[in-house]
T-cell receptor, first 109, second 113 residues
Framework: LAKTTQPISMDSYEGQEVNITCSHN???????ITWYQQFPSQGPRFIIQ???TKVTNEVASLFIPADRKSSTLSLPRVSLSDTAVYYCLVEAAGNKLTFGGGTRVLVKP | DGGITQSPKYLFRKEGQNVTLSCEQNLNHDAMYWYRQDPGQGLRLIYYSQIVNDFQKGDIAEGYSVSREKKESFPLTVTSAQKNPTAFYLCASSYRDTQETQYFGPGTRLLVL
C-alpha cells in the first residue's frame, strides 16, 4: 500500500505559484513529511520538511492541516528552472525512505 | 569542499560481469544509501548502511552487494545475478538516520553491452 499519492504531472507558467498536494491518509504519529526536487540525470535535492502547520524557507512553503492526512508544497513565482520532478515522502526516523513516482512540474514561458 | 561523489559517471557492463560503483562522502555522515532509478520512475532503495560494518537490504537488493568498511565509502557491486542492471544509480548520505536530510551524489548510469 503506497504511503503517499501525488499528481503525476502539472503544468504552470513563469511567475505563477505552483501548489502540489500529497495525500498520506495512513500517516503515523512519528512520521515527518519531506519534499525533494529532482532534475533530469541528477540526484534529488532536499526542499523542505515539516511535521505540522506551516513551514517556510527561502525556496518553498509546506502547508500541513491539523489531521496531517495531506500536505501541500507551494512554490512561489516559479521560473523555467523549476521544471523538475517533485517527490513527497512520509517516514519516521529510522525507517527507510520510499520515493514514489513524484509529480512532474513543467513551467512554460 | 564537502560533498558526495560517485564514479564513474557512465559504466558499461558485459554479460556475466560484476561491476562496482564507487560512492565517497566527506560530510562525516553516518548513514549511506544506494538507490536505483529506471527511466520515468521514482527511486527504489537497494541497500543502506547506518554505521560502519553494518548494512541492511532495501526493497530490491537481489543481484547487488555492498560493503561499508570505512565511514566515507559505500561501494555497490552489481553482480551477474542482476539480469536487468541498466539504470541510473544514486548514492546518498545523511547525518544519522533516514529522517535526516539525504544528500545525493551525481549518479552513475550503468549500461549493458
Amino acid at each position: 500500500l503506497a504511503k503517499t499519492t501525488q499528481p503525476i504531472s502539472m503544468d504552470s507558467y513563469e511567475g505563477q505559484e505552483v501548489n502540489i498536494t500529497c495525500s498520506h491518509n495512513n500517516i503515523a504519529t512519528n512520521d515527518y513529511i519531506t519534499w525533494y526536487q529532482q532534475f533530469p540525470s541528477q540526484g534529488p535535492r532536499f526542499i523542505i520538511q515539516g511535521y505540522k502547520t506551516k513551514v517556510t524557507n527561502e525556496v518553498a512553503s509546506l502547508f500541513i492541516p491539523a489531521d496531517r492526512k495531506s500536505s501541500t508544497l507551494s512554490l512561489p513565482r516559479v521560473s523555467l528552472s523549476d521544471t523538475a520532478v517533485y517527490y513527497c515522502l512520509v517516514e519516521a526516523a529510522g525507517n527507510k525512505l520510499t520515493f514514489g513516482g513524484g509529480t512532474r512540474v513543467l513551467v512554460k514561458p | 569542499d564537502g560533498g558526495i561523489t560517485q564514479s564513474p559517471k557512465y559504466l558499461f557492463r558485459k554479460e556475466g560481469q560484476n561491476v562496482t560503483l564507487s560512492c565517497e562522502q566527506n560530510l562525516n555522515h553516518d548513514a549511506m544509501y544506494w538507490y536505483r532509478q529506471d527511466p520515468g520512475q521514482g527511486l527504489r532503495l537497494i541497500y543502506y548502511s547506518q554505521i560502519v560494518n553494518d548494512f541492511q537490504k532495501g526493497d530490491i537488493a537481489e543481484g547487488y552487494s555492498v560493503s561499508r568498511e570505512k565511514k566515507e565509502s559505500f561501494p555497490l557491486t552489481v553482480t551477474s545475478a542482476q539480469k536487468n542492471p541498466t539504470a541510473f544509480y544514486l548514492c546518498a548520505s545523511s547525518y544519522r538516520d533516514t529522517q535526516e536530510t539525504q544528500y545525493f551524489g551525481p549518479g552513475t548510469r550503468l549500461l549493458v553491452l
